[in-house]
């Protein structure tokens, strides 16, 4: 049976430098979109730091939030980063796992240390501490053109990489 998803060492140390390039996403940002399952089983997404610490990709969460409850309940989660121009996209990532629950304490002051080191704040120490168990990545390198340089990885699975092209016409995606 495969792992549910690994931590962000392991997914580095599988995938290389697809993990750098969405390693990078994260620390440029230094956010993303999350989603979660509400109990009713729509999606939810949510707005959340998001942050590597210690080869780990965390997200802290107020623990009384919807998104919070929506975790402890079911720990699938999916992440993409912001996409900031709609013509010029560049580059982006979407991740898919698990949310696991971080209780260390040496784990959740470096965590807090990187936060406050980027954003100015600390997170109290009720709130929800998660480590993101990578189960499937993908980033996209758009070019102006139309053109997307896209690589895929599933647990159990190596890198793919396609070369991709909007066909507006088709009405969705070919390979170049």
């Known amino acids: 049976m495969a ?20 390693a990078g996403l994260v620390e440029r940002y230094g956010f993303g979109l999350v989603g979660t399952i509400r109990r009713d089983g ?12 210690n080869d780990d990709l965390m997200v802290v969460m107020i623990p009384r939030t919807r998104k919070a409850s929506d975790v402890r309940r079911d720990d699938r989660i999916t992440m993409q980063s912001p996409v900031l121009d709609a013509g010029a996209p560049g580059a982006e990532y979407k991740l898919r796992g698990r949310a696991a629950i971080v209780n260390d304490a040496e784990a959740r002051g470096a965590v807090c240390r990187a936060i406050e080191a980027r954003s100015g704040w600390r997170p109290e120490k009720t709130w929800l501490f998660l480590s993101v168990l990578v189960s499937e990545a993908t980033h996209f390198s758009w070019s102006a053109d139309g053109g997307c340089d896209l690589r895929s990885w599933k647990v159990g699975e190596r890198v793919e990489r396609r070369m991709l092209r909007l066909d507006a016409r088709l009405g969705g995606y070919r390979s170049d």
Do not use: C
């Open 3 to 22: 792992k549910p998803g690994l931590v962000w060492a392991e997914f580095a140390a599988e995938t290389g430098a697809l993990a750098n390039d969405i």
């Open 42 to 53: 729509t999606p939810r997404i949510s707005a959340v730091e998001t942050h590597l610490v």
